[in-house]
């Protein structure tokens, strides 16, 4: 019986370096509340990412969430379908109104020339993502933010390590927000982050992430409860001093991605961006069915069978999400739709053995003639 590879596997230091980071705590008992391991991992994050005074929070959704929160905006927020729920829900729990714009189809992100298009008079924000790492036209979603006045948040959740034309990936926007959920290239079990370019900014999501308070008596906004506790904050700075080792890995696999699956025709690779310090973070192919014979999800149940799952990810659109498509159109995003059809994200992930990666390829390899 084969064994069975899954699309992604979480990244653990050994058992014994995290017990001897936590240790401590078992003596301090402080365990909540932005203690020591919270503050170290938040200058160490911010020296990988070359960010000033990241914010670490619970998760990458309320770091999103929060960020939304504390711009208090009204009106309309651009953004884009392909992407993990998160992104869309996100805006709607804000009670903002989210506009879907089409993707790029070369790197699956926003597509900047359709965003002038979608500006109304009601809308306050672009809400763009990083999708797999790779790194949205970030110079023309400025030059068009600042001409209508508005504010930028990135989806940067896949992003985590990415530098674009040598400036960390968290320096563009007014914020930009990442996770350190499991299935990412750098995890704190759960966890996120948010990197912002105003001071003030950054000091209402803090307080927003513990309840709103301000002081011992003062509570000045309706806040959550969104901090990192002391374990998470534990694992992500055992993970951290693995990240750049992990990183390697990971480019080891999806470089032999690349040289066993070039060239099938139908199978459309995905590349590294220009100007990028990548990640390989995923590895997403495209299937094209009257090219390679049989379509995204025939390909998926024969590896299935095979005990190999791969992800749609991103499938559906979040527009054609149950509680969303009474509303949209995903026909107005023609690209993204006809990516979500496609899209296949194959296993990827440090210890990924060759030999299981010549498993999956010649599964791809013996499609339908």
């Known amino acids: 019986m084969n064994t069975e590879i899954y699309v992604t596997r979480a990244a653990l230091p050994a058992m014994e370096e995290y017990i001897e980071e936590i240790r401590s705590l078992f003596s301090t008992h402080r365990i909540t509340n932005m203690g020591e391991k919270y503050h170290r991992l938040t ?9 000033d005074n990241p914010i670490l929070l619970s998760n990458g959704h309320m770091s999103l969430e929060l960020s939304l929160q504390a711009l208090q905006m009204k009106g309309e927020v651009i953004t884009t379908p392909f992407t993990f729920a998160s992104t869309t829900h996100a805006i709607v729990r804000n009670g903002l109104t989210p506009v879907f714009c089409d993707i790029r ?16 008079d009601r809308t306050c924000a672009i809400l763009p993502v990083h999708v797999y790492g790779n790194v949205c036209d970030v110079e023309k979603i400025e030059a068009v933010a600042q001409k209508h006045d508005l504010k930028v948040i990135y989806d940067a959740a896949h992003s985590f390590g990415v530098s674009y034309k040598g400036k960390g990936i968290g320096n563009y926007g007014d914020a930009s927000i990442f996770s350190f959920h499991a299935t990412k290239v750098f995890t704190s079990i759960e966890g996120g982050a948010v990197a912002v370019r105003d001071r003030k900014l950054g000091q209402a999501i803090k307080y927003l992430s513990n309840f709103g308070i301000t002081g011992e008596d003062d509570i000045a906004a309706p806040g959550t409860n969104a901090k990192m506790n002391e374990f998470e904050a534990a694992m992500g700075l055992c993970n951290l001093r693995h990240f750049e080792e992990n990183r390697r890995a990971r480019a080891q696999v999806w470089m032999q991605y690349q040289d066993m699956l070039s060239g099938i025709p139908g199978i459309v690779l ?17 299937v094209i069915e009257t090219r390679y014979g049989e379509n995204r999800d025939e390909l998926a149940v024969r590896m299935r069978q095979e005990s190999i799952y ?30 979500a059809r496609e899209i296949l994200t194959l296993p990827l992930y440090p210890g990924l053995e060759r030999e299981q990666v010549e498993r999956i390829c010649t599964i791809i390899k013996k499609r339908k003639k």
Do not use: H, Q
Not at 43 to 51: E, F, T, Y
Not at 105 to 120: F, G, K, P, Q
């Open 43 to 51: 200058l160490a994050i911010g020296k990988v990412l070359n960010i």
């Open 105 to 120: 189809e070369d790197n699956y992100t926003m597509d900047a020339d359709r965003i002038e298009e979608l500006i109304t």
């Open 270 to 286: 995905p590349t590294v961006p220009e100007d990028t310090v990548y990640n390989f973070a995923y590895f997403p192919i495209r």
């Open 310 to 339: 791969p992800r749609r990810y991103f499938y559906p659109l979040t527009s054609d999400y149950r509680c969303y498509r009474d509303k949209y159109d995903s026909g107005c995003t023609p690209i993204a739709r006809r990516t």
